[in-house]
């Protein structure tokens, strides 16, 4: 007993130095009830021992990371759980001719970003040891397979035998139900998890918040159960389970699918149901490792330690709050995460910018330059240097990291070069608003903090410490406010872009009615006429399906618009980058009324057109298609030309050119790809040259299906990361498919995987001008093109203008004396033809050529008008002395139509009386318009310049600006001579009463 009593005291005052461990922010060793084997739970071992128990034992197919930007998601900036990439097959959306068709179990760890979106844990990451922006999530699937039981079951077992947890420091909850949305309690789940053996005191019900999982606003949802930790032991920690105590956390979160959320919030259940998991593999590492920090474990030390060998700061002590002084530890912290961010987010092509993921990476990158040079003071460089040690710790998971090193480092240390100088730009945008504001409040304009965060890429974090530096703070309501606004803006945009043709249950219900996939394999189906012609036959079909509103219905009458499910089509639905085809039906008995088809849409094997009724349309009439064969082959030219674009980048750019997106529509196409700076006016012309060869030649297009594993084999072969089906339709320009995959020899030519519709030959594309190349972000550049008769009109738009600029050349060259009026005139000429140079559809290489040609105009047109400014306000300055000679308060009238005469004016006055008070104002007649400047001497503090200027100008009903010693402004009047008085009274009434 005494003894028993011992063991108790000594894990009661464990327990206590726990809590004051927490409480002060030391790290500290504690006496712990399991000592797991650090050596032998290596990140990599606990990696490939989640991955080896579901695949060899429980016959799970492995699959591999998505990258961290989503596969055709525009509801989510980054990647956020393991779930994302199989989205389409729990909204049953899934391509039947995919291999993710077939999917039953699986089991992958998914690289996942939480920064930005629903899920945003930027600004806490570094003030705890748990939060990250990039972490990996170990996940097991079941897609209509295994339910409840054999999930649970498998869970405990791999945390109590494989990894070898102690049953007793771990905690379940399960889901206790919700009277408001009509749920019962998962008692189920209950069950299951005591005949396993946890103990009635270890299995805790919580309600929605907690342990019920939703993917968003409406989709796929159901009861969770998950399984928590207790760092401490010794002890029942069943209050301390969902309590955000850092001593007993959540480890794994097992979801059951069962509902969908509906767009009335109501819940529907599925038509299948199944199993989503996730355990972050950095919470689980440090279980056991045996820390109590996740910056503790072998993922993060080697990258404190490297922090620390650039760093002129102790090395990292795993301190927070309080005891972290100087937030040195933050920093660590902030800069490691932060750089295993950058380096994976750019690995997988999405790079720092200026909107949506892009912008949310600048960010990330501009807080971790802050900490590092800020507090760690490191030199500049030193987070790029620190991408081979992310690498080395996580290359072996994820390969690409080691073939990316070198342009990773390359765009952060690009991006840290800008942010410094984005500092200076900031502290002057600081610096100019404080001059301008009255500070007796103490705060800083919101909207100007926002813009810096917004525009600038400034951490908030920063922007406040800057403030603090000069004393005021930001009102935080209004930026609140402004933060508010702009998430609203996302999420609506965000969700509008999302929607789906079919809901999971539309599409549940059109497959339990056995209604077979739509064969869209007529759209393939056109020739070449005997006149070198297209010609689209026709498509008969019958009507499968009528989808109205949020439902399947027999009929919809005339003038409603529904989308329209048929056994075949003709039609192109939107995919690959290419738009839909437009056109229309015709129904069988009623020959002259037409049904337009405005949207076509796949979903999961069914293409939906969208279509306002003319008249009644029922299940089962027969139907005649027509697409829109002039919208329909203006896609295919600019899709083929997007193939030989591809190409010809590739050529001469080189292998490491990276299709980024693309998209191809009657209009023009759009092409966006990886490359180290703009392109150069010699490689855009080599670009359009060897496009120009390719038409020139008039290529066959071959277009073949075959099986995907067949056409990885394809030397050369180009595609994009996407699901694909099986068996895929491969498009090779010059060399039929069956050669290629026969070939010995590798023959440099376009072959791409690709399910849009194509010429039969290049001949068609008849021309290629790209009319715009430029770096949308760091590291990516996009193409805007055009083919055919808008190409040429381009190129004859670009001699015109080039013929413009030499004429304009011509004329200055022959002006060597001109008047200040006649160089306005030019200057004013230079400015149009620049606008229009900008504006005009033209070759790039050409419109680049021509604004150096004006750049350059410009620059001798402004040297002229400044030195003729400078003569003709000298002579006025002269004048003015002579006429005011004996005064040191100067208020008169200057002829002339330009402020900048008459700012120099002011200027030239001013130094040849420096103690003079000078204000001159110009009057443009008829129309009033009054042109105001001044200057007041260095130092004299009873009138500044811009407080005169201001409100001269604004009784003249307009505006001015400046600083306290010159200033200038516009206004409005009549009477000149009774402004110049209020003028002058105005600054005798300041103190100034010179004579």
Known sequence: MAAHMRILKCRSNAFINVSLTHILGLRECIPRSYSPNTRYFTSKRVRRTFIDFFEVHHQHKCVPSSPVRPRGDPSLLFVNAGMNQFKPIFLGAVDPRSEMATYRR?????????????????????????????????????????????????????????????????????FAGDATSGLPADEETRQIWLSIGVPQDHLLPFGMKDNFWEMGETGPCGPCTEIHYDHVGGRNAASLVNT???DVVEIWNLVFMQYNREADHSLRPLPQFSVDTGMGLERLLAVLQGKRSNYDTDLFSPLLSAIHQCSKCPEYRGRVGVADEGKVDMAYRVVADHIRTLSVCIADGVYPGMSGAELVLRRILRRAVRYSAEILQAPEGSLAGLVPTVALVLGDAYPELH?????????????????????????????????????????????????????????????????????????????????????????????????????????????SQAVPHTDDSPKYNYSLGHHGKYVFHPCSATVQALYCGQAL???????????????????????????????????EGLQDVLYPVESVQLAGGYVVHQVTTAEVLRKGDQVQLYVDEAQRLACMVKHTATHVLNFALRQIMGPAVEQRGSHVSAERLRFDFSVKGSLSIPQLQEIERSIKDVITENECVYMEEIPLAKANQIPGLRKVDEVYPDPVRVVSVAMPVSSLLNSQTHTPTSVELCCGTHLLSTGEIRDLVIVSEKQTVKGISRIVALTGDEAKQAREAGQALA?????????????????????????????????????????????????????????????????????????????????????????????????????????????????????????????????????????????????????????????????????????????????????????????????
Request: proline letters at 3%; aromatic letters at 6%; charged letters at 25%.
């Open 403 to 511: 073939k990316e090193t070198s342009r990773i480092m390359d765009i952060i240390n690009e991006n840290e070069a800008q942010f410094l100088s984005s500092l200076k730009q900031g502290r002057r945008v600081i610096d100019r608003t404080l001059q301008r504001k009255d500070t007796s409040d103490n705060l800083f304009p919101a909207h100007v903090a926002w813009s810096l965060h917004r525009n600038l890429g400034f951490p908030i974090d920063l922007i406040k410490l800057m403030l603090e530096e000069r004393g005021v703070t930001v009102d935080e309501k209004q930026l609140d406010e402004l933060a508010t606004d702009n998430k609203k803006l996302t999420c609506q945009t965000q969700a509008s872009d999302g929607e789906a043709p079919l809901d999971v249950h539309s599409l549940a219900e059109l497959q």
């Open 803 to 995: 013929q413009e600029v030499g004429s304009l050349a011509a004329r200055l060259a022959a002006a060597t004396a001109p008047s200040l009026p006649e160089a306005h005139r030019l200057s004013k000429e230079v400015g149009l033809l620049t606008d229009a140079v900008d504006s005009t559809p033209i070759p790039q290489w050409q419109r680049r050529e021509l604004q150096s040609q004006l750049k350059s105009l410009q620059r001798s047109t402004n040297t002229t008008i400044r030195k003729l400014e400078t003569k003709e306000a000298a002579v006025k300055a002269q004048i003015l002395l002579q006429r005011n000679s004996t005064k040191r308060l100067v208020v008169d009238i200057i002829d002339t139509d330009c402020i900048s005469v008459v700012m120099k004016t002011v200027n030239q006055y001013s130094d040849k009386a420096p103690d003079s008070l000078v204000m001159l104002l110009s009057h443009q007649t008829p129309s009033g318009k009054v042109l105001c400047a001044c200057q007041v001497p260095k130092g004299y503090s009873a009138l500044s310049a811009d407080d005169w200027a201001l409100a001269v100008c604004a009784h003249l009903g307009g505006n001015a600006g400046g600083s306290v010693t010159v200033a200038k402004g516009t206004g409005s009047t009549r009477d000149i001579t009774e402004a110049c008085r209020w003028a002058e009274q105005y600054a005798r009434g300041k103190g100034c009463n010179g004579p």
């Open 244 to 246: 955000d105590s850092p």
């Open 553 to 587: 219905v027999s009929q919809v009458w005339g003038g409603q618009r529904c989308g329209v499910v048929l056994d075949r089509t003709c039609f192109y639905s939107e995919q690959g980058g290419q738009s839909h085809d437009h056109g229309y039906f015709i129904r």
């Open 106 to 174: 699986v089991v992958n760890s998914q690289k996942c970003v939480r920064a930005g979106g629903k899920h945003n844990d930027l600004e806490d990451v570094g003030r705890d040891v748990y939060h990250h922006t990039f972490f990996e999530m170990l996940g097991n699937w079941s897609f209509g397979d295994y339910f409840k039981e054999e999930t649970c079951a498998m869970a405990w077992r791999l945390l109590t035998e494989e990894y070898g947890i102690p049953p007793e420091l771990l905690y379940i909850s399960y």
